[in-house]
């Protein structure tokens, strides 16, 4: 089963009172680094090893590889 994610779904704004404390911080630092929204990985798999992401009428594929890495295909 393949998931599909939204642009919309992805970015949105994680709230301070619905994290544990160790992933507001991670959240704070990554974005603090670069100045982007953060998502972990595990939100957008969802327990799947692949996602389909629709990005300006394209789709991609992201998928998990056995190593835990992250391939973004289109």
Same mark, same amino acid.
Request: proline share 3%.
């Given at each position: 089963?393949?998931?599909?994610?939204?642009?919309?779904?992805?970015?949105?704004?994680? #709230?301070? @009172?619905? =994290? /544990?404390? +160790?992933? &507001?911080? $991670?959240?704070?630092?990554a974005?603090?680094?670069?100045?982007?929204? !953060?998502?972990? #990985?595990? @939100?957008? =798999? /969802?327990? +799947?090893? &692949?996602? $389909?992401?629709?990005?300006?009428?394209?789709?991609?594929?992201?998928? !998990?590889?056995?190593?835990?890495?992250?391939?973004?295909?289109?």
């Amino acid at each position: 089963m393949q998931a599909t994610l939204t642009a919309a779904t992805l970015v949105r704004p994680a #709230s301070a @009172d619905s =994290l /544990q404390p +160790q992933q &507001a911080a $991670a959240l704070r630092s990554a974005a603090a680094v670069d100045g982007a929204a !953060a998502v972990d #990985s595990s @939100d957008l =798999l /969802q327990g +799947q090893k &692949a996602v $389909a992401i629709s990005h300006n009428g394209s789709m991609y594929r992201l998928q !998990a590889t056995k190593l835990g890495k992250l391939i973004l295909t289109k």
